[in-house]
């Protein structure tokens, strides 16, 4: 660690911490006017232009309302739960690249804070730790719905882990790395053969994971809306069976802090979606063309060149990254809530069985080297 | 290879206060997400050790998967404190646990200090297992070449005691409530 290091590592950091406190408010005003615009009514349009400021009165409301402790809580847990769900929550980007690297003068910065070795295990293994936010808020608000909340939540993360994380193997047989930036760098390859026919010229298309594991795409998506909580299994909320199930007793600040978690976990899962099954920073298309014309009509060259080109793919990647979010409010203002067996039957007797299939396929494709 | 000391006393002083904190607590939810930490530091100091691999995969198994289910059953058995609370101890009882305690600390005091436990050096050195592609890489491939058989008989005991647990589960199910 020099002071290159020191100064870029920090700079990330503060990029990225900038970006997911400003996910929460936007989210929070897409997802009241997107439910709005899909139930037909206008949602909030009064503060700013388009209602846009109207998060910020929310959270001026929030941090001003009186912060009571009931007092039939444990009150160390009651207080450490909001922060226990949150902290995951702003750990887990860490690992994801949002560009590819740039040389500076010799030294390679790469668009990502920490290229780990084990990157995807590391989100796997961050991201389960969110669960102890839920049970240390259901456990010491010593209330029968928050405990049931906390406990359906548990298990229901537990069950869809499990496929979650056999879903991934498959992108891991394939690319064979565990490196994020890795993974979304070999998208950027083309699709030579679809199984073990070879593919005409014009019909290869970027390597992106959706197209190499469709399967596994599939999964993954569930198996993230089920590991966020959102709709259709928002099981632990379930405000028509357990009031508001986790987070009954909280309010102001802390219950915001909960409600902070839920997006950031959504933007993570957004992110990691993109970066598996999206290509990651690998450009939209039409935009490589944009780009040429770009550096051809402004005569860039050298280092501003590659900053255009750095430019381009921050800008596909949060593309993509805010196509997933908005297809998350998009899901849950339209599918109902499931049933509670059903959940746990999609998760163990569909979802499970499919992850299984989908690895046992890419080991046939891989061991006759067709993809 | 060196450790930052810094940290190295940060997550072992962290490590044995939170050991100390399971069994010194009264309450069981408190030691159980002392254990918590406990996992955690020691990850802390896998990875400082560059063992990146076991660092996540400690977090991953142990504090993500089994500390859940026992912070879990812990608090569905709502353990409260009396029923662990065992009264005082026979004053002959306390006299020996300390002095077996005091002993089991001698040893391993002399067994860290007198063997060459230090100077074991495997094959695998850093720089080796960096040219092989990283940790993962080096661990995954001699698992699944050198050391397949007891991978799988490891796999084969798990798979036993899924099967135990679901029997004996079964079994209390017929005979008892329904």
Partial sequence: MDTFDWITTAAKSAFLVIILLQVVPIMAWVERRGSALMQNRLGPNRIGPLGLFQSIADAIKFIFKEDPIPGHVEPFYYMLAPLVSVVPAFMTFGVIPFASSINLDGRVLHFQVADLNVGLLYVFSVASLGVYGIIMAGWSSNNKYTILGSLRSSSQMISYELSMGLSVIGIILVFSTLKLGDIATQQGQLMTHLGPWLLPEWLQIPKWGVFIQPLGFLVFLVAAFAETNRLPFDLPEGESEIVAGYHLEYGSMKFAMFMMAEYLNMFTASGLITTLYFGGWQLLPGFGPLLGLLQSQFGLAGMSAEWARVGFEVLSFFLKVGFFMWFFVWVRWTLPRFRYDQLMDLGWKVMFPLAMVNILLTGTFAYYGWI | ?178
């Fill in chain 2, 1 to 178: 290879m060196d450790i930052s000391p810094f940290f190295f006393y940060l997550f072992a002083g962290l490590a044995i206060a939170c050991s100390t904190m399971v069994i010194l607590k009264k309450n069981p939810v408190t030691s159980a997400f002392s254990l918590v930490l406990v996992f955690f530091a020691f990850a802390g100091i896998y990875a400082l050790l560059d063992a990146h691999l076991i660092a996540a995969l400690q977090v991953f198994v142990y504090t993500g998967a089994i500390m859940v289910l026992f912070v879990f059953v812990i608090m569905l058995l709502n353990a409260d404190v009396p029923s662990f609370d065992l009264g005082r101890s026979h004053f002959l009882m306390r006299v020996s646990a300390g002095f077996s305690a005091l002993v089991l600390l001698g040893i391993f005091v002399w067994a860290f200090k007198e063997s060459s436990f230090h100077s074991i050096g495997g094959e695998f050195t850093l720089e080796k297992i960096e040219a092989a592609g990283g940790n993962t890489q080096v661990i995954s491939e001699l698992m699944f070449s050198e050391y397949i058989l007891p991978f799988e008989l490891t796999s084969i005991l798990l798979l036993a005691a899924i099967v135990g647990a679901v029997a004996i589960a079964k079994r209390k199910l017929v005979g008892g409530r329904v």
